[in-house]
């Protein structure tokens, strides 16, 4: 494979709509997420009130990469060979002591050597995206609650009430019908929680369009909630940007299912119709597949093997079943690029334009966690803290395997040119290689890059 990649060799670009192209006043819209099942769980379901109570410090809890076992309710930090880092009961973070004894040096139990090990299971759950951040805050402080009404409990079955609750906030109907929380919030005041996208993103979505590049929005957001988002960052006329939007995509099995598995449907008045046999022509779909999509890009570029990049900010969802199964370019959006002082945009950009989410006191799910420290690399537990006992994360090799790049945001790249050669992380083995702009600090200041 070529050592640069290009958005002038792609004949297609498509993108992921949720904390990629629609950035989150992040301080505002983590608690509402986390206040949405909170909510649903003390009134629908009986659990203790304390859990509606938040403080600024408890945010620290949050950071990607984490793993729930919903068998025991402990959260782990993975190692990229599988071992673990760092582990919680809870929010209780458990000492090096206790680590050995329960984790030693083996690889944890669920883990999985190659790197498909998927990031959901039946018996675990990971976090990979700000959507599912203030869920593991209320999940591992529903642990604390239950271990303090039973302290002999050693097995737990709440996730049941977390889907409950994602069902009964995010279903289908939620936004038509203003049921749950996080609807009727965003709805009533969405500058308050969405960011517009910058000017130089928009320029940049026009300039690609321009130059013959067919645009893609794919997210698993439905259409009506897609909608109010897209006319919010990027005005009412957003549509003539994509030649196709495809909603409800349930990623991601809209990479890893078949045709007839997933089938396209059309869309009235924001309700799924009838299904398509194939896609045929450029439009507004709901569900669907990548197989026919691809086939319908054919068409359109008249090229038999058209080339395809994806932006996206999970690697659950977007990047790893991107590339996996459809072999396409992706481009990771990494915030922690940004929040673990990597990049950081000018200081003379106006704090909206900039999308720093910045408030008094709060901690940032971007920026570092006291508690588990950085989201790329780690200490082995028991180790003093140097060079040689410091390892790659499991969610930091993920980054290297799968991203063609990284980036902190679209922002970050939308005024250079479009035959601008980015550095691929697959270009000599290299674990940092495809971060854009620079390497994370954490990174360049404890070297192991150079000695791994």
């Known amino acids: 494979m ?17 904390h990629t192209l629609c950035r989150y006043n992040l301080p505002e819209s983590a608690p509402l997420i986390y206040n949405s099942f909170a909510q649903f769980l003390v009134k629908e379901k009986g659990y203790d009130k304390e ?65 498909g090990m998927p990031c959901r299971s039946g ?86 369009k321009n130059a013959g590049k067919i645009l893609l929005l794919i997210t698993s957001s439905h ?37 007839s598995q997933r089938p396209f449907r059309t869309l009235k008045n924001d309700e799924e119709q009838e299904v398509l046999p194939s896609l045929d022509k450029p439009g507004w779909y709901s569900q669907g597949n990548a197989v026919h999509l691809y086939e319908l890009l054919k068409k359109m570029t008249g090229k038999p093997e058209p080339k395809v990049v994806y932006f996206g900010d999970s690697m659950h969802s977007d990047v790893f079943p991107a590339r996996h199964y459809s072999n396409w370019e992706t481009v990771l959006i990494l915030e922690e690029l940004q929040g673990e002082d990597g990049w950081k945009p000018e200081e003379s950009e106006p704090l909206e334009k900039r999308g720093k989410y910045e408030g008094p006191k709060k901690k940032l799910l971007n920026t570092l ?4 420290g950085s989201f790329f690399i780690d200490s082995i537990s ?24 990284a980036i902190p945001s679209i922002e970050a790249i939308a005024e250079l040119p479009l ?20 390497i994370p600090m954490v990174l360049l200041n404890n070297e192991i890059w150079t000695t791994k």
């Not at 018996?123 to 529903?142: S, T």
């Not at 050693?154 to 009964?168: C, L, N, P």
Request: hydrophobic share 35%; net charge neutral.
């Open 419 to 438: 035959d601008y050669k980015f550095t691929r992380f697959s270009s000599n083995s290299s674990k940092t290689a495809g971060y854009y702009p620079i």
């Open 369 to 372: 966690s006291k508690k588990w």
């Open 123 to 208: 018996k675990y759950y990971f976090y990979d995206n700000y959507f599912d951040l203030p869920g593991a805050l209320l999940c591992a402080r529903v642990v604390d609650s239950l271990t303090k009404q039973n302290s002999d409990q050693k097995t737990f079955d709440f996730w049941k009430d977390i889907v409950a609750g994602i069902q009964h906030n995010f279903k289908m109907s939620a936004f038509k019908e203003n049921s749950g929380l996080y609807f009727p919030e965003i709805k009533r005041d969405p500058g308050k929680y969405l960011h517009s996208c910058p000017e130089s993103v928009r320029k940049w979505l026009r300039q690609l």
């Open 382 to 405: 028991g180790r003093e803290n140097t060079e040689n006992s410091l390892v790659y994360t499991w969610s930091s090799k993920r980054i290297s395997t799968y991203s063609t790049i």
């Open 2 to 18: 070529a050592q640069h990649f290009s958005l002038a060799a792609c004949d297609v670009v498509g993108f992921d709509l949720d």
């Open 51 to 115: 859990l509606l109570t938040v403080t600024p410090e408890d945010w620290d809890f949050c950071c990607k990469g984490l793993a729930l076992d919903l068998e025991d309710g402990t959260f782990i930090k993975l190692a990229d060979n599988g071992t673990v880092l760092r582990a919680s009961h809870g929010t209780k973070m458990m000492t090096p002591e206790a680590l050995a004894e329960a984790y030693g040096k083996k690889e944890w139990k669920h883990f999985v050597s190659e790197n």
């Open 223 to 259: 259409s009506d909630y897609c909608r109010l988002l897209c006319e919010y960052i990027l005005g009412n006329d957003f549509k003539d940007l994509f030649d196709i939007v495809i909603t409800n995509a349930l990623k991601p099995g809209f990479f890893s299912h078949s045709p």
